[in-house]
């Protein structure tokens, strides 16, 4: 039995910020800090819930976070441009009461301008900043749900 989920944002006094369906089993989010240029009209961040046992973000059309194109629209720079994200350029999964990144990619996954290196995994940390390609490619925070409950009940 399959249920549809309206997945576009509702006009409210919460326009500012555009998010995906909340479901009880969010674990986390991820929030886009770099708006693609056709959501450039967008006032506020994107917001992205963390739910399952395995979340993929990538170039290819099945990862949960498809990292568009126009990210990289107006760079010159030759090692930042959007053929260089990997299919799965990384993914994140529940370990114990943590989170762990799993670096996919071969141009690099960062986190909080560190390299964490292909197959290699890092823990996650409300707050931190995953970069793509370089260490100042800034693209996603991460928010824990458990800690955003204990400090906004």
Not at 51 to 67: A, M
Not at 69 to 75: A, D, L, R, W
Request: with cysteine.
């Amino acid at each position: 039995n399959v249920t549809l989920v309206d997945t576009q944002p509702l006009e409210d006094e919460f326009s500012s910020m555009t998010s995906s369906p909340l479901t009880s089993s969010t674990w986390g989010w991820l929030i886009t800090l770099r708006q693609r240029a056709s959501h450039l009209s967008l006032p506020g961040p994107v917001l992205h819930p963390i739910t399952g046992e395995v979340v993929k973000v990538g170039r290819d059309p099945s990862c949960y976070l498809v990292v568009d194109e126009m990210m990289f629209s107006g760079s010159t720079d030759e090692d930042l441009q959007s053929a260089k994200i990997s299919r799965v350029q990384f993914q994140l999964s529940r370990v114990g009461a943590g989170v762990a990144l799993l670096d996919k990619s071969m141009n690099g996954t960062y986190v909080n301008g560190l390299k964490v290196g292909k197959e290699k995994q890092n823990s996650l940390d409300h707050g931190d900043i995953i970069s793509l390609l370089q260490y100042d490619f800034q693209v996603y925070q991460y928010v824990d749900e458990s800690r955003m409950r204990m400090k906004y009940p």
